[in-house]
């Protein structure tokens, strides 16, 4: 059974940081695509990032030089890194297979001060 747990979310103020994970079990994220999305309060969801089965990961522009996204093989767990964070980022924040078919449950990430 694929599994999804994201980790990592919390409250922190304009400017903070915060790293969020995601480990997976049913299979190996070495050999998967992933990508990180997310959905604010009233909106859609929104790509933030993406890792290749290769470990490069990947970014929209509007994140660059922000979050960063790695992966750890032996614990079988992405990450996202974010920096700088901005009110703009508050939102729940899933962890999800790069072909869609799976979902974490998401991890609340708010930006206040």
């Known amino acids: 059974e694929v599994q999804l747990v994201e980790s990592g979310g919390a409250l922190v103020q304009p400017g903070g940081s915060l790293r969020l994970s995601c480990a997976a079990s049913?299979?190996?994220?070495?050999?998967?695509?992933m990508i990180w999305v997310r959905q604010a309060p009233g909106k859609g969801f929104e790509w933030v990032s993406g890792?290749?089965?290769?470990?490069?990961?990947y970014y929209p522009d509007f994140v660059k030089g922000r979050f960063t996204g790695s992966r750890d093989n032996a614990k079988n767990t992405i990450y996202l890194q974010m920096n700088r964070l901005t009110p703009g980022d508050t939102a729940v924040y899933y962890c999800?297979?790069?072909?869609?078919?799976?979902w974490g449950q998401g991890t609340q990430v708010a930006v206040s001060s």
């Open positions: 999800v297979t790069a072909d869609m078919a799976y």
């Open positions: 049913g299979f190996t994220v070495s050999t998967e695509g």
């Open positions: 890792i290749w089965s290769t470990g490069a990961p």
